[in-house]
């Protein structure tokens, strides 16, 4: 779960403003205690310096003081957290949704760069760079052949927009240069928008950014222009993002006048978002999948659809995040994000689940989850001492332990096996496809041909083996025989995604997802 990157409200959205807890001039300010507060302050900057100094070994003083400031926001709430200048960026390309760079794919495959797609009317499709290319040099410092790494790559492809990169290209034998001037690249929160079958429409969100309420508006008037009347909506694994952009999903479905989150906080006023009405799916059957690792945005919209009856949830419970942060910049353009609010579902119920004895023990209680075994049954007792509140139509629902679904949908793990999660994690499956696909790249023209035609060969798995070995993933007989029809679906699917990127992945997954075909077995009650 993408769990750094947490929600603001919108008028706040992307905040980037001075906050006085770290900043000696503004602790000066803090009223009758402004002295202590100062003298706090100049303490802790006392002790490192001494440390500095003194310690019987050298200290890097810039990451410890960083290090106390983010313990000392994790004592407040295991939400609050310090952002390094040099990790912002990042953090802001989420939100925004974009970044400059020059529109590639690529996986390191036996300590080669190679392109698995090149996103359309990008910087490195007018140059003429293809799928399939090996890059060999980035301006002019050979990468072939060397333990590169992709944060390694990201750094050196990644840049501000109207700049040059040079690379070289291996295609067909020949190596060739190109010159690449960056753009905008946009980062699709909509990875899967499809139709399931003649009347049911398919969506999946990873997160929520600036654009995923427009990206979602325009993939709901393509699938309603094919026929879609019913809607699958994929929230699963989506940790959040921008609040705004759940608050306008959530309007799609909903007549107007209806709540769909309230906004609570000390020092903040008291906000209660409304939908206006006229969306594109306010009829639609619904069903809104969940699980373990759907949180903040995503909670709030599960939520607004479950208080107000306007779909189904399915799936398994949520994470239990109701905590609204706000970004503060500092000077050195750092950052603070500090919890400055709750927010609630429509029937008032706030979803955040206790903090655990730890910043540590808060953000693994999945592994308390599939220990309990609620993965595979659903658990009550974790609303024990909950708050019972009312739907719209008078069902209950709890408070204190994240959004529990309608329908329970237990975690698939039948066909799983050591071997099976030992070649999904070596890169043998990535590995390939990549090389499956060299010359096959234009034989199925969509999606749907390469599904309904397409099923993993036996000398495809046969290759996948024998890649896994040399990556070091011993064979395991046992363990193939049990997971054999997993493997040839997560083959196929690896290969729509070099094909089609992550739309082809994901529609060839729900073919034989257990929670999207639940869901469709619902909607054709």
């Not at 909903?254 to 006229?278: C, E």
């Not at 609630?344 to 689940?353: A, D, L, M, N, V």
């Not at 332990?401 to 329908?407: H, L, S, T, V």
């Amino acid at each position: 779960m993408n769990r750094k990157y947490t929600f603001t409200y919108p008028t706040l959205l992307m905040v980037f403003l001075a906050v006085g807890l770290l900043i000696g001039s503004r602790l000066n300010q803090a009223g009758t205690n402004g002295k202590l507060q100062s003298g706090n302050y100049s303490k802790m900057q006392e002790i490192i310096d001494l440390l500095d100094r003194e310690y019987v070994d050298s200290i890097e003083s810039k990451k410890l003081f960083e290090k106390t400031i983010s313990d000392m926001l994790h004592e407040l709430d295991p939400h609050s957290n310090y952002i390094p200048s040099e990790d912002l960026q990042a953090v802001n390309e989420q939100i925004d949704g974009k970044f400059g760079g020059v529109g590639i794919r690529f996986a390191i495959i036996r300590d080669t760069l190679c392109i698995t797609n090149v996103v359309p009317n990008s910087p490195s499709a007018r140059v003429g760079v293809q799928a399939g290319d090996r890059i060999l040099m980035i301006d002019g410092k050979n990468i072939a052949s060397k333990k590169i790494k992709n944060d390694d790559i990201l750094g050196k492809l990644k840049g501000e927009p109207n700049t040059e990169v040079k690379v070289q290209i291996y295609r067909d034998f020949k190596k060739i240069e190109k010159t690449i001037v960056r753009g905008i690249i946009p980062i699709p929160s909509i990875v899967c928008a499809q139709m399931l079958d003649g009347s049911t429409g398919y969506i999946r969100l990873e997160s929520f950014s600036v654009s995923s309420a427009e990206e979602f508006h325009f993939a709901t008037q393509q699938l309603k222009s094919k026929g879609m009347k019913k809607l699958i909506f994929d929230l699963r694994d989506n940790g959040g993002g921008v609040l705004d952009g759940a608050v306008k999903i959530a309007d799609e479905f909903l007549p107007a006048g209806q709540k769909i989150v309230i906004i609570k906080g000390k020092k903040y006023a008291s906000t209660t978002r409304y939908s206006r009405g006229g969306g594109l799916l306010e009829s639609a059957p619904l069903v809104v999948l969940i699980n373990e690792n759907s949180a903040s945005a995503s909670e709030i919209l599960a939520g607004a659809i479950q208080d107000n009856d306007r779909g189904v949830i399915i799936g398994r419970r949520s994470f239990g995040k109701g905590l609204v942060q706000q970004d503060f910049s500092l000077s050195d353009k750092s950052d603070v994000r500090l919890t400055i609010a709750r927010y609630y579902t429509p029937s008032g119920r706030c979803i955040q689940k206790p903090f655990g004895d730890s910043y540590e023990d808060y953000y693994h209680s999945d592994e308390k989850r599939r220990d309990s075994g609620e993965y595979f049954a659903p658990d009550s007792s974790v609303f024990k001492n909950a708050h019972p509140f009312k739907t719209l139509k008078g069902r209950t629902v709890y408070d204190g332990g994240g959004i529990m679904p309608d329908i329970f949908v237990p975690l698939d793990t039948s066909n799983s096996t050591f071997y099976y999660l030992s070649l999904r994690y070596s890169g043998a499956f990535q590995q390939a496809a990549f090389d499956f696909v060299a010359n096959k790249r234009t034989l199925w023209p969509t999606i749907q041909q390469f599904n309904s035609s397409f099923s993993a060969p036996n000398t495809l798995v046969q290759a996948l083996i024998k890649d896994g070995g040399k990556l070091g993933v011993r064979y395991m007989e046992a363990d193939f025989k049990r997971s054999e029809d997993l493997i040839k679906h997560i083959l196929k699917a690896e290969i729509a995604r070099q094909l089609f990127i992550e739309e082809g992945y994901f529609f060839v997954i729900a073919s034989y997802d257990k929670e999207v075909q639940k869901a469709l077995q619902y909607l054709k009650r």
